[in-house]
């Protein structure tokens, strides 16, 4: 290290790599959820070519530090290039259908979609994953030991991650559009950049560094005077323009923001404006007609409804349709407030009439946090879940038996729930069959009776008691004529066209005779896989058929392969130690055996976080502000693993693949036994949700802990920093890209959360018995 000023500087540059880089992945995030229709898939496509390109970049890294005599200028020259990549990687993304001639509305099959996520995102993570080993170099010398000086630059770069979190999810989202956000933290990297090259200016000297120095300069400087320009605003509104392009023609846009939730675009076509979250199609308003079928068919089901609970899609006339109904409370909620507010300025005055009627209520509440612990018990005759279908882990919680159970003990003894998903008309496929027969299966779980309504929208109604819900049309037209309702948009007469008998009893036979119709659980949330494999059917892809295989595959089929890698790896070194140069092949096989523990244990780290994230969301809803610290503290959990390791590192000498050996038996007991802690905890409660929050926090100090120790053991094995940073980094992210990918699209959906934890422990113990067989067989 030069001078004190100089290290708390490159701390300070090393921390805002961290925190530059979570931010740039939230930006990323979001931009691709806005043009890919984003659900599950998309995420975990997003996240694997992430942590890909960190894994690659990193090892890249380490490759090209022997092409660099000058460390500090290449680490410097690769930081620039990062804010550079970033607003040319939002612009590329915003018109990336209209580049790759995306059709208007049209869904992208899962390779392509695969293929140019991973071209969009690599660039920038490829380059965070290449500053990796050059920090480590230009750090070396902190703390003494080459791999605590490694795990320094883990602990910083995660207290980064960790402030960058906090900053967008509780400053930035809510206050400044993606171009400024990048606007602003261009200007604060390079002003660190700039103070770096000014201190040490006169021991390095040097013409170009100089220049270096001046780049760093005028580029803060250039940032700055952009943000107070209207230049941010201008940009954000053109490549806005051009994304909204791409989704719908001949319509104007009218508006656009972001929220805490999602991304909002209002778009005028005529007299009637449209709807798009995340770049998707919800809803359109005014669209009475539309909304008039639905609220008197889903109205109709109960003989005489006073109470009514609607959850979600409340515009376009629909609650204004339900309140001619002589009922006296609707209840309606709404998780994003700033969506009633953008979309209030141009609703019709009737709409306005219903939203202030003194019988309507509005809750910005998370729907299934406001049935399981603000809602009175046994008081709604209906509760009409009207929120999208289940293409993500997130709307998948309202179509789970548990949550079905949950609307269960609101409603009266006579009450009735009605959902819907999106099916076919005339022909049920066993993919549209499976779909949308999950939700069947799973209604019948909890209620009594259940009826389906035909067409390209299925619509199921279930009650606990028999003779109330009714599908014949003659039942709800003299109901509807009971209630002496007199409606511009509808009639009774429509109830034949909706429900024509020969449609109703084609439906409801192709369900009853499905045999292989799975239910729908939070501990199991098949229907949001199942909504994956229509996405890729639709697209016109070929791998739904091999996905629909994998619905029926047992845990076995992904345990088989995890003994086959385990027994191929132990064979090749029982054959390899056979052989001359055992000295070599010794500090070889130690090095892969860590980076192997390492990897197992980066992919077991998100695959935890997944899983609890998914438990808290089911247990608590949907609440962005804790999610965001929660996540906030997994990485306060890394920093704090990282941290305990270096110290022991600094002050003890120990046998570091015993060390890491015990590690792995921990993880492998830890593993098995969160799905029994989150069963524990999954009452409501202060202190339950302490303990859920702390395991979050604890699994972050279980991944953290364990990159140090592997540092230690590659830099006894390799004198290069650069080399040793780059493999133990590469290795943790190639870990993290896999469990990211696989556990939110695969193994979550198909094997629950008892197999998930299940595959994470196999892992594990691969790991672990590697390391023993590695240890027994050095000492014989």
């Known amino acids: 290290m030069q001078n004190r000023t100089f290290a708390l500087l490159l701390f300070l540059c090393i921390a805002s790599i961290g925190c530059y880089a979570t931010i740039a992945q939230v930006l990323l995030i979001r931009e691709f959820l806005n043009i890919f229709y984003g659900n599950e898939l998309c995420l975990g496509i997003v996240f694997g070519a992430w942590f890909l390109g960190i894994a690659s970049g990193a090892f890249s890294g380490a490759k090209l530090d022997r092409f660099f005599k000058q460390p500090m200028t290449a680490f410097i020259v690769f930081l620039f290039s990062m804010c550079l990549v970033l607003p040319i990687q939002i612009i590329t993304i915003r018109g990336a259908r209209s580049i790759l001639s995306i059709g208007t509305g049209e869904y992208i099959s899962l390779l392509p979609l695969f293929s140019i996520t991973v071209g969009l995102v690599l660039p920038f993570s490829f380059i965070i994953g290449v500053v ?27 207290m980064g991650s960790l402030i960058g979190g906090l900053l967008f999810s509780f400053c930035l989202v809510s206050k400044f559009h993606s171009v400024r956000i990048v606007t602003l933290m261009n200007a604060g990297m390079f002003f660190i950049l700039f103070l770096m090259r000014y201190v040490t200016r006169k021991k390095d000297g040097g013409e170009k560094r100089g220049k270096l120095h001046l780049l760093a300069l005028g580029s803060a400087s250039a940032m700055i005077v952009l943000w107070f320009s209207p230049a941010p605003e201008k940009i954000d509104a ?27 675009d209002i778009g005028k076509q005529a007299d009637q404006y449209n709807v798009y979250l995340n770049g998707h199609f919800a809803f359109a308003f005014p669209n009475e007609y539309d909304c008039a079928q639905i609220a008197h068919l889903v109205m109709t089901q109960h003989p005489s409804p006073k109470k009514i609970l609607v959850i979600g899609g409340g515009f376009g006339g629909l609650l204004t349709e339900m309140l001619l109904y002589p009922i006296e409370k609707l209840d309606y909620v709404e998780i994003d407030q700033k969506l ?11 709409e306005k009439r219903t939203l202030s009627d003194n019988r309507t209520t509005i809750f910005h509440r998370d729907g299934r946090y406001y049935v ?20 993500t882990a997130f709307l998948n919680r309202f179509y789970t038996r548990n949550f079905f159970q949950e609307i269960q003990t609101i409603l009266k003894s006579d009450g009735i729930v009605a959902a819907s998903v999106s099916s076919a008309v005339t022909y049920i496929g066993k993919e549209v069959g499976s779909y949308t027969g999950s939700l069947y299966k799973t209604l019948h779980e909890t209620f009594r009776e259940v009826k389906v309504t035909p067409g390209q929208t299925n619509f199921y109604f279930a009650c606990g008691k028999e003779s109330i819900i009714a599908l014949e049309w003659e039942t709800l037209k003299e109901r509807y004529k009971q209630q002496g309702i007199q409606s511009e948009f509808f009639n009774e007469y429509l109830f034949y066209t909706l429900l024509q008998p020969e449609q109703v009893e084609f439906i409801e036979r192709q369900l009853q005779q499905r045999k292989d119709l799975v239910v729908n659980t939070d501990a199991k949330p098949v229907a949001y896989f199942l909504n994956l494999v229509l996405w890729d059917a639709f697209a016109g892809g070929n791998l739904h058929r091999f996905f629909y295989r994998l619905k029926d595959a047992g845990i076995k089929y992904f345990l088989i392969p995890i003994v086959f890698a385990l027994a191929g790896r132990i064979l090749f070194l029982y054959i390899r130690k056979r052989q001359p140069n055992t000295f070599r092949l010794s500090s070889y096989c130690r090095k892969t055996h860590a980076l192997i523990a390492l990897a197992t244990t980066g992919f077991t780290g998100m695959a935890l976080e997944i899983i609890l994230l998914y438990a808290f969301q089911n247990i608590y809803g949907y609440i962005y502000e804790r999610i965001g610290v929660i996540v906030a503290l997994f990485m306060v959990g890394l920093a704090f693993g990282g941290y305990i390791a270096n110290r022991i590192i600094q002050k003890k000498q120990f046998d570091w693949i015993k060390v890491l050996m015990m590690l792995e038996g921990f993880i ?15 009452v409501y409660s202060p202190i339950a949700e302490a303990v859920l929050v702390s395991l979050v926090m604890f699994t972050g100090i279980l991944t953290g802990i364990e990159f140090p120790i592997a540092g230690k053991i590659c830099a006894q094995c390799d004198d290069n920093i650069a080399t040793s940073a780059g493999a133990t980094n590469g290795a943790d992210h190639v870990g993290a890209f896999l469990g990211s990918l696989l556990t939110g699209i695969l193994f979550l959906p198909l094997l629950g959360l008892y197999g998930t934890c299940l595959i994470v422990t196999a892992l594990n113990a691969s790991s672990l018995i590697l390391l023993a067989f590695f240890t027994s067989s050095k000492k014989k």
């Not at 009633?340 to 009737?350: D, E, R």
């Open 132 to 158: 990796f080993p050059f920090s480590s170099k230009v750090i070396r010398g902190a703390t003494g030991d080459t791999a605590s000086d490694i795990g320094s630059v883990y602990i910083i770069e995660s």
């Open 372 to 391: 399981k612990h603000l809602a009175e018990k046994h008081f709604y005759d209906i509760v009409f879940v009207n929120v999208p279908d289940p293409s």
């Open 668 to 682: 492998v007991v830890y593993s098995i036994t969160v799905p029994f802690l989150i069963s524990v905890v999954s």
């Open 238 to 264: 053109w490549t806005t323009k051009i994304r909204w392009n791409t989704f719908t023609h001949n319509i104007e846009l009218v508006a656009s923001a972001d929220t805490k939730y999602q991304h909002i």
């Open 340 to 350: 009633l507010h953008i979309a209030g300025n141009y609703v019709s005055p009737s």
